[in-house]
């Protein structure tokens, strides 16, 4: 990176350059070649600084699975913003006073959006967080002004365990029982979405002994409902009754949609009843 940074003309990077947003907001539009977001847009200064560096900018990334998807933070569409509130301020033990600041506190949205539906991107890159070959690849690639190339396989494609097609008989937590390292962690009844996400990380969790839980979120097209995908995917490894499938397993929001639930089906139609109850 240090390699790279005297080639780069940096206009705005909180971390890095003292760049305020108003010299951004004073950029021509479309002046600057190449912005990349990161992070999902909560508040209501996230989302202005999204719509304006999209304004200024020739070619937008969303950088990682929070700005493609939502990632993490998205699950905090679980919850009304009520809940979210008494969480973190009304009954949170290590804070004072237990009220909601007024102060300080720009407004936050009732609802987590994915970035896309604020503004375009041109470039997903997703990953909690994107490996550095994958960072490498893009610049090098966008540095070049050639087109990024990534390889559509799926997790599955890079894992070295066996599959034998055996169905799974009983739904496994991660710290029940030793797993067999070379087989298929999904037949032995962990549950790996490997099959359903993304392999841009070429199989790092599952090649050390951990399941994949989709932090890749979808392969190409990648605004698929990877979620759905995996419980999909499970079902036809399970050949159980569907209801004592869905007792064994434990959080299934949080197994299935854990980076990318507001690009969901599901979680649009949160989205949508949100959107409804402003009306
Ligand atoms: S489901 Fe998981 S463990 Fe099985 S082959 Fe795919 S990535 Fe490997
Ligand atoms: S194996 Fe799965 S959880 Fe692990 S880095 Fe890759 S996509 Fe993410």
Request: net charge negative; with cysteine.
């Amino acid at each position: 990176m240090a390699d790279v940074l005297p080639k780069l003309d940096i206009k705005y990077w909180q971390a890095v350059a003292d760049f305020k947003l108003h010299h951004l907001e004073s950029y021509p539009d479309k002046s600057i070649a190449l912005g990349i977001y990161e992070g999902m847009a909560r508040t209501e200064e996230d989302i202005h600084l999204l719509k304006v560096m999209r304004e200024k900018c020739q070619t937008m990334i969303a950088f990682g699975s929070c700005s493609c998807f939502g990632g993490i933070p998205g699950m905090a569409n679980f919850s009304d913003i009520e809940e979210c509130y008494d969480v973190k301020f009304r009954e949170n033990k290590t804070v004072t006073g237990g009220e909601v600041p007024t102060e300080n506190l720009p407004p936050i949205a009732d609802v987590v959006k994915p970035n896309n539906m604020f503004v375009d991107f041109e470039i997903y890159l997703p990953g909690c967080p994107p490996t550095s070959k994958l960072i490498l690849t893009a610049l090098t690639a966008l540095f070049e002004g050639k087109p990024i190339e990534l390889p559509p396989h799926t997790v599955c494609h890079y894992c070295n365990r066996e599959k034998k097609e055996t169905p799974i008989e009983k739904v496994l937590r991660p710290y029940q029982g030793i797993a067999d390292p070379d087989r298929c962690l999904l037949e032995q009844g962990y549950i790996c979405v490997g099959s359903a996400t993304w392999g841009l990380c070429e199989g790092q969790c599952v090649n050390k002994g951990a399941t994949c839980r989709g932090c890749f979120g979808p392969p190409p097209p990648i605004m698929q409902d990877h979620g759905a995908n995996s419980i999909s995917m499970l079902g036809s490894y399970a050949p159980m009754d569907p209801k004592d499938l869905v007792d064994q397993v434990k959080d299934p929001l949080g197994t299935f949609w854990r980076f990318d639930y507001p690009t969901s089906h599901l979680g649009q139609i949160r989205i949508k009843r949100e959107e409804a109850k402003k009306k």
